[in-house]
């Protein structure tokens, strides 16, 4: 099959998700490729060695190169170092991408993206997508601007680890230490200059790497960060999504990943029912195999929790810790948001922006109607763009300072 005909089957399982997470009807289209699309990854790449090598957070412990890629780029899959909550060393997979024509002089800056959800599971990591590309929303532009776009799968993705979804101090030190790794597979090419973007999950994971970077990544120069659709206040957003299946469904991976890690009891928080389904749940990827998903938490739908977890602790404590915005962002700060979001409410995002705002935050806000939690990264790509060039990326970075 060619890359073409690959690509587009990939956007048209996509697309679909995207109408699913978005509300749309039964009689709307559905996705007719999920068996293709949760596909594991066949290759010996994600195989942690053993003994690990020794190194600091974003050591490139090895690559392989990645077929498919866009025309005009290179790419890689990587692996590389990172830390999580605890600060003990993990191994993160990821992708790197870069343009095939010569870095800029003073050195290629780099994109670190953050990946919206696409599950919890191992084999739910983008770079293991049969297509990992198709995910990374303005990928083509960027390249075609002269980045080097990375991502990380984030901790307990693609290689074995502690899970980490909505764990915001781990995602944010794996997006830093993604633009450490991509550093050393661009040597000489790569400038320590660092952008940051991402979506949703990604969202938040880049609103986390800005608060950090100072104090976790003094070696890079984090210039600015854009985001779509952040999560961002973590207990608003679980309370306005539990009543459907998306809701559900994010919950479980959340969940899932704050009893683990903070070793807390599911059945302080969650009904007897909800504590069967969540080891099935968390099996299945988000947009890949929805269809299974879904029939596991359709009849979960106001059966899920048995408490309230924006009064109950730990949970309620757990869920602020996670929610970005504790400490003031130094660099600049564009937020997307489409009006018509069901999913990260326009409100959630509004208060955020305000806060973040008297904090001191240079805020740039794009508030696009239409929008809808799926669309809202693509219909934001032309003003992420001008925007960075404005605030430290793009084609205004490799020539200035």
Not at 350 to 357: H, I, L, N, Q, T
Request: proline residues 8%.
């Amino acid at each position: 099959m060619s890359r073409r005909a690959l690509h587009l089957g990939a956007v048209a399982v996509v697309v679909a998700a995207v109408a699913v997470l978005a509300g749309c009807s039964s009689s709307q289209p559905v996705r007719i490729e999920e068996d293709l699309g949760a596909r594991p990854y066949v290759g010996d790449f994600y195989k942690i060695p053993s003994p690990l090598p020794s190194g600091a957070p974003g050591t490139l412990i090895a690559t392989e190169q990645a077929p498919g890629q866009p025309d005009g780029a290179a790419a890689w899959r990587i692996l590389f170092r990172s830390t999580d909550l605890a600060g003990k060393p993990v191994v993160n997979s990821g992708l790197l991408v870069v343009p095939d024509t010569p870095a800029p002089a003073g050195g290629r800056s780099i994109v670190s993206w953050g990946h919206p959800t696409t599950g919890s599971a191992e084999k739910c990591a983008p770079s293991r997508f049969f297509d990992p590309y198709v995910f990374v929303e303005g990928l083509t532009d960027l390249l075609d601007r002269g980045y080097a776009v990375v991502y990380t799968d984030y901790t307990g993705m693609g290689v074995p680890g502690p899970d980490s979804y909505l764990v915001g101090d781990t995602e944010g030190r794996n997006v830093l230490d993604a633009a450490r790794a991509a550093r050393t597979v661009l040597g000489p090419e790569a400038s320590d200059r660092v952008v940051l973007w991402g979506h949703s999950q990604g969202g938040q994971a880049v609103l986390f790497a800005a608060q950090l970077a100072a104090s976790y990544a003094p070696d890079l120069d984090v210039r600015a960060a854009a985001v779509a659709a952040p999560a961002t206040d973590l207990a608003s957003l679980m309370r306005a999504d539990i009543g459907d299946v998306s809701g559900v469904s994010i919950a479980s991976y959340a969940f899932a990943a704050y009893a683990a890690v903070y070793d807390q009891p599911l059945q302080s928080i969650l009904t007897p029912a909800a504590v069967d389904a969540l080891p099935t749940m968390n099996t299945f990827c988000l947009l890949t195999q929805n269809s299974a998903l879904h029939r596991v938490a359709k009849p979960l739908i106001g059966a899920f929790l048995s408490a309230d977890p924006e009064t109950t602790e730990p949970w309620s404590g757990l869920l602020a810790a996670n929610t970005p915005g504790a400490s003031r962002i130094a660099v600049p700060l564009f937020v997307a948001q489409g009006l018509s979001d069901k999913l990260v409410r326009p409100s959630a995002t509004d208060a955020f922006v305000a806060r973040e705002k008297a904090e001191g935050t240079a805020v740039t806000y794009d508030r696009i109607p239409g929008a809808t939690h799926g669309t809202v990264a693509d219909k934001a790509i032309p003003r992420v763009l001008e925007w960075l060039d404005a605030n430290g990326g793009g084609a205004a970075a490799v020539t200035g300072p």
